[in-house]
Structures are given as structure tokens and as C-alpha cells.
T-cell receptor, first 115, second 113 residues
Framework: AQSVSQHNHHVILSEAASLELGCNYSYGGTVNLFWYVQYPGQHLQLLLKYFSGDPLVKGIKGFEAEFIKSKFSFNLRKPSVQWSDTAEYFCAVDLYGGSQGNLIFGKGTKLSVKP | DSGVTQTPKHLITATGQRVTLRCSPRSGDLSVYWYQQSLDQGLQFLIQYYNGEERAKGNILERFSAQQFPDLHSELNLSSLELGDSALYFC????????????FGEGSRLTVL
């Protein structure tokens, strides 16, 4: 079955440290890729997305992600994290490439940033 | 605020019971999605409705059913509840612009005792 793997369950960083969260998916066809974020006590919201074109996509709040098709990966990065980035991050894949919305989510990575 | 409203926010019930979760999508959004989030399974897609019609089905149990009404709000019905049904149930909606962005509600936390 198709799946999305997020390698880290919980990441703890100090402010100003660099961040990279891994995401791999198992599907050989066309995909749309997403990162969603859930701040404490809030709803899930879109951080960034990749449909086609430049494999390096930029999102809100200084986040970016790189799609590497050969590695089936879509890792999330941020050069310098802030305390306000403390949240849970979910990678998601739309298998059908048609923005149907029935996304497959990874299990999430909890990021804790120490001030 | 995403514009998606879910009620109730919290619900505690007993095994064997039936509950109904309600979702109002963002104004103008025709598609509604239901997801279940549990500690062991993560976020799992259950079902999608588009303008009142079932559009896609995921890992939804036969004990669960959903519908979307003419005013576009949706209800998820969970029956013969088991302990393992305890989870956070999210509703999301999206428009027709094809951006692929889902707008999520804050979820309904169901506890089955």
C-alpha cells in the first residue's frame, strides 16, 4: 500500500539552529506533495506544496522543501528556526496528481524549539 | 481561523453507542473531507463528499457513515463504538480552484470508554 514516512518522531532544536525534516513516499506515479503544520491548539494549515516545475518550493514563514523524484523524497528545511516554529509537521501526498484532496499523511514530526 | 467549523469539540461516550460529528465547510467550498487522527495510525483519510455526492472513500469502517446535506454541511456518523475508535476526527474543505490546499477544522475529539 502507498505510504508516507516521516523519519523523525520528535526533533528538539535551539533557536537559530537549522532544520531538516525528512519525508519519503512510496508511489511511482504522479504525485502532488504537501507539508502541513499544526501549531499547539490550532488546526492544520498548509505550509507549502509542490505540483510541478521547480523542485525547490518556498512556503510561508521561511520554510522551503525540495522534491527529489529519484529518491521519492520531499524534505522540509528552514535555515534558522524560531521558538514560534514549535509545532507538529505533517508531510502529505496526493497520489492521483489531481488535487483531489484525499491525501495520504505521514505520522507527523513534533518540533520543539528551545528559546 | 480556517473557516471550517466542527462540533462538538469534545465527546465522551461508551462502547456500543452511536455519535454524530458535524462539519460546516468554508463558505463556497463544495468538497468536504473527513480524516481520523489516532496515535498509532496517524492521519487517515476516511471519505470525501462533493456537492452532496460521495466522491472518494478511504479507510472508513462499515460502522461509520457520512453524508453531505444541500446546505453543504456534513455529518459523520459513528456507530457500535469501540475503544479503538477514540481519536481526533478532522473535517476539511476545499474550493474548486484546484490548488490542492485543504482547510481544516479544529477537530472533534472522541473518547470511547
Amino acid at each position: 500500500a502507498q505510504s508516507v514516512s516521516q523519519h523523525n518522531h520528535h526533533v528538539i532544536l535551539s533557536e537559530a539552529a537549522s532544520l531538516e525534516l525528512g519525508c519519503n513516499y512510496s508511489y511511482g506515479g504522479t504525485v502532488n506533495l504537501f507539508w502541513y503544520v499544526q501549531y499547539p491548539g490550532q488546526h492544520l494549515q498548509l505550509l507549502l506544496k509542490y505540483f510541478s516545475g521547480d523542485p525547490l518550493v518556498k512556503g510561508i514563514k521561511g520554510f522551503e522543501a525540495e522534491f527529489i523524484k529519484s529518491k521519492f523524497s520531499f524534505n522540509l528545511r528552514k535555515p534558522s528556526v524560531q521558538w514560534s516554529d514549535t509545532a507538529e509537521y505533517f508531510c502529505a501526498v496526493d497520489l492521483y496528481g489531481g488535487s483531489q484532496g484525499n491525501l495520504i499523511f505521514g505520522k507527523g514530526t513534533k518540533l520543539s524549539v528551545k528559546p | 481561523d480556517s473557516g471550517v467549523t466542527q462540533t462538538p469539540k469534545h465527546l465522551i461516550t461508551a462502547t456500543g453507542q452511536r455519535v454524530t460529528l458535524r462539519c460546516s465547510p468554508r463558505s463556497g467550498d463544495l468538497s468536504v473531507y473527513w480524516y481520523q487522527q489516532s496515535l498509532d495510525q496517524g492521519l487517515q483519510f476516511l471519505i470525501q463528499y462533493y456537492n452532496g455526492e460521495e466522491r472518494a472513500k478511504g479507510n472508513i469502517l462499515e460502522r461509520f457513515s457520512a453524508q453531505q446535506f444541500p446546505d453543504l454541511h456534513s455529518e459523520l456518523n459513528l456507530s457500535s463504538l469501540e475503544l479503538g475508535d477514540s481519536a481526533l476526527y478532522f473535517c476539511a474543505s476545499t474550493g474548486t480552484g484546484g490548488t490542492g490546499e485543504l482547510f481544516f477544522g479544529e477537530g472533534s475529539r472522541l473518547t470511547v470508554l
